[in-house]
């Protein structure tokens, strides 16, 4: 009955190569998020839905691309992977009403090589 | 967005109570105080949010003077697993729902 699961936990390719991440919350929230944390460990937002339209886009680069099918999944489309996208990806979620008590995924370390 | 500013790491033993402090000089009449935890290999969890004076729960005490340019995460008898690193925000409860994380605290709990 995991709140916020993302699915792969990790995940290694090869520079160059499109790939996906997948997120789902089972809170009823209506806010989804994703967020980056690089090898210095800060967290940063990239993008934030709510009712499966786009509110935030941190100046991530266009070969990062959100979906939301809808309100329980937010997943993350990477096309033409750089080095410098190794990182660790966190999906959150949280409820209109408490928007500051943000539900975190366990996150995906992405290792590109 | 106001900007925080915590100590980067501390040490503490078991049993001991902990206080992390945030400064954030330059924080908006509303603008709310919100506190992470984050163990390794975890993604953060909220711990406990307030506006003014103090607020408490089952986890942890947070108290912010008057001026509220600064607040304290209380940690009451710690244990080896509260070792975790601390986030302190600051932002405004709503609107854009944007969470800035800063480095945050290394919280080290030893036996």
């Known amino acids: 009955d995991t709140a916020v699961s993302q699915t792969p936990k990790y995940l290694v390719t090869q520079m160059g190569n499109d790939k996906s991440i997948k997120c789902e919350q089972n809170l009823g929230h209506d806010t989804m998020y994703w967020y980056k944390q690089d090898s210095k460990k800060f967290l940063k937002i990239m993008f934030s839905?709510?009712?499966?339209?786009?509110?935030i886009n941190e100046t991530v680069p266009n070969r990062f691309s959100p979906k939301s099918p809808d309100k329980a999944h937010l997943n993350l489309h990477i096309n033409s992977l750089e080095l410098g996208d190794s990182a660790v990806y966190f999906c959150?979620?949280?409820?209109?009403?408490?928007?500051?008590?943000?539900?975190f995924g366990q996150g995906t370390r992405l290792t590109v090589v | 967005l106001a900007k925080t500013t915590q100590p980067i790491s501390m040490d503490s033993y078991e049993g001991q109570e902990v206080n992390i402090t945030c400064s954030h000089n330059?924080?908006?009449?509303?603008?709310?105080i919100t506190w992470y935890q984050q163990f390794p290999s975890q993604g953060p969890r909220f711990i406990i949010q307030?506006?003014?004076t103090k607020v408490t729960n089952e986890v942890a005490s947070l108290f912010i003077p008057a001026d509220r340019k600064s607040s304290t995460l209380s940690l009451p008898r710690v244990s080896l697993s509260d070792t975790a690193v601390y986030y302190c925000?600051?932002?405004?409860?709503?609107?854009?729902?944007?969470?800035?994380f800063g480095s945050g605290t290394k919280l080290n709990v030893k036996p």
């Open positions: 959150a979620s949280s409820h209109r009403d408490r928007p500051r008590e943000a539900f």
């Open positions: 839905y709510n009712n499966k339209e786009l509110i």
């Open positions: 307030g506006y003014k």
């Open positions: 925000l600051v932002g405004p409860r709503w609107g854009l729902n944007k969470f800035y």
């Open positions: 330059n924080i908006a009449t509303n603008d709310y």
